[in-house]
């Protein structure tokens, strides 16, 4: 992993400026482009027109660079960070995750990251525990903080609200996401949506929700 003396975090909930945008769009572009192994620092510095020194400023190594890529690939994916989920009933909420989850999942550029991950991941063992942090990880972690609210205000009944949020996202996939990355099966339409995200939703409040009385 290529890294800079002195840095040792990622500019985590800093204001996006023109420049990190540049380093990311041009991170972005390389990686799809040429792959994780074959971009350098130096190269991403330059697609970006500014100095590596500027790079590593916002950014430690390339595998931080990396998972920014990711967090903002899924947050410009769904127009919304699911971090800012409504405290609202899940039969309203869960619906909503459902698709957004779905849209992420078959964008070309999540795909293509994926792919990327799931090859290199063996030479650059960072690749995969970032792009797990930055996808799987961060959107069970958001879920599973939006059903820990729902089993507090008495709707749901959940012990281990991870394991739940992982259940209801693995439903939402169903066997989408494995035809899409082996490339045997269409992208799924608005009407495959609805009806994945709908049985999703039933069946995970069949299992969750708390019984009457």
Do not use: W
């Amino acid at each position: 992993m290529e890294a800079a003396a002195g840095h040792s975090a990622v500019h985590i909930g800093v204001e996006s400026t023109p420049k990190r945008n540049a380093i990311v769009s041009a991170a972005s572009r390389l990686f799809l482009d040429s792959g994780y192994g074959e971009t350098s620092m130096d190269a991403i510095a330059a697609e970006a027109e500014v100095s590596k020194r500027t790079v590593y400023s916002y950014f430690p190594g390339k595998d931080a660079l990396f998972e920014a890529v990711m967090t903002d690939l899924c947050e410009s994916e769904t127009g919304m960070s699911n971090a800012d989920l409504p405290d609202d009933p899940a039969d309203q909420v869960l619906p909503c995750v459902g698709r957004n989850f779905l849209k992420i999942i078959s964008s070309d550029m999540v795909l293509t990251i994926f792919r990327i991950a799931a090859s290199e991941s063996a030479r650059f063992p960072e690749l995969g525990d970032t792009f797990y942090r930055a996808g799987p990880q961060r959107s069970i972690q958001n879920l599973a903080a939006y059903l820990r609210g729902r089993e507090r205000a008495g709707e749901l009944q959940i012990a281990d609200p991870e394991m739940a949020a992982a259940q209801f996202l693995a439903l939402v996939k169903s066997d989408y996401f494995v035809r899409l990355v082996l490339g045997v099966g269409p992208k799924p339409s608005e009407a495959d949506v609805e009806r994945v995200v709908s049985s999703a939703v039933q069946v995970f409040l069949r299992g969750y929700s708390r019984p009457a009385g």
